[in-house]
């Protein structure tokens, strides 16, 4: 996979325009959630510069928080976990079976469609001895082009609790949250000879109990995902650092901005399948 890298991915500078959405149930009941339009600039796959920038054009939240509610904790950092989760651009060790202290074990899974074409299964998991592979998924190579289309992977569960204060950043102190399971999806698409990123999402699961009670503990689920709507290979350029969002914010508590922008973007239903809703707008959008 990685010796097609340059033939399957883009070689030039690209400019995204995605929708970004995240949310909190707690209970199994909506507590908020926040959804904006997005243009994201990356720079080649090998730059010296890898970060890429983020606009915020518009945005929108909706919440649902009582008084009660406000200590449950929030997500900090979900764009910035987006763009990391482009494994092309950001190479997680899973992908690198090369590389000397590799912890991960690899086995052919199996041969399927996908996008109606014929994809390779490649199952990993870490090593016994693993210490800093915590991983485990499927990874899925176009068996033409072994290009990764797909990545479906969680932590193991045997790491999960000693990586909890990665998956979360800003909590009460009154409440103790233990983290139960994190799974992630990736996936790329097509588009004229090369792969861009498409659709990626991320699901935290946690329970939370408050301190000093005995009452059970309860579900906390947290979500974030991103989905390309369209690409730009042309009019690419470096955003100014006046327009730029940082990626590490808590996009929950950025002020709702309705303007015209979102009006004629706010194309996409709160449905749960944000993917599938994007792969319709998509197909009516002219690519570039």
């Not at 690209?14 to 009941?29: A, I, W």
């Not at 176009?142 to 950043?169: C, M, S, W």
């Not at 009006?263 to 809703?277: A, F, M």
């Amino acid at each position: 996979m990685m010796a097609q890298q340059e033939k399957n991915y883009f070689s030039d500078p690209v400019c995204l325009t995605t929708f970004y959405r995240e949310g909190t149930k707690y209970k199994k009941k909506l507590l908020d959630m926040a959804e904006g339009i997005l243009n994201v600039y990356k720079p080649y796959i090998k730059s010296i510069y890898p970060k890429e920038q983020v606009k915020l054009l518009t945005n929108n939240r909706i919440t649902f928080r009582t008084a009660k509610d406000s200590l449950i904790a929030k997500i900090s950092g979900g764009i910035y976990s987006c763009l990391t989760l482009d494994a092309i651009t950001h190479l997680p060790s899973f992908l690198q079976p090369d590389e000397p202290n590799n912890g991960y074990i690899y086995f052919f899974s199996d041969i399927t469609l996908l996008n109606d074409r014929s994809t390779y299964v490649i199952h990993f998991t870490p090593k016994e001895e693993s210490i800093h592979d915590f991983y485990e998924g499927e990874i899925y190579l176009d068996a033409e082009t072994l290009a990764l289309v797909q990545v479906k992977f969680n932590i193991h569960p045997r790491y999960i609790k000693q990586n909890g204060h990665k998956l979360i950043k800003q909590r009460s102190r009154h409440i103790k949250i233990t983290p139960k399971e994190a799974r992630y999806t990736l996936s790329y698409k097509r588009w004229g000879n090369k792969y861009y990123i498409n659709h990626v999402r991320g699901d935290l699961h946690f329970k939370v109990k408050k301190k000093k009670l005995l009452t059970n503990a309860s579900d906390l689920h947290i979500w974030f995902e991103m989905a390309t709507c369209n690409i730009d290979t042309i009019s690419t350029k470096c955003l100014e650092t006046k327009e730029r969002i940082n990626p590490h914010t808590i996009f929950m508590d950025i002020p709702s901005n309705n303007n015209s922008i979102w009006n004629e973007s706010n194309i996409i239903p709160r449905e749960p399948d944000l993917k599938e809703s994007i792969e319709t707008f998509s197909k009516s959008k002219p690519n570039r």
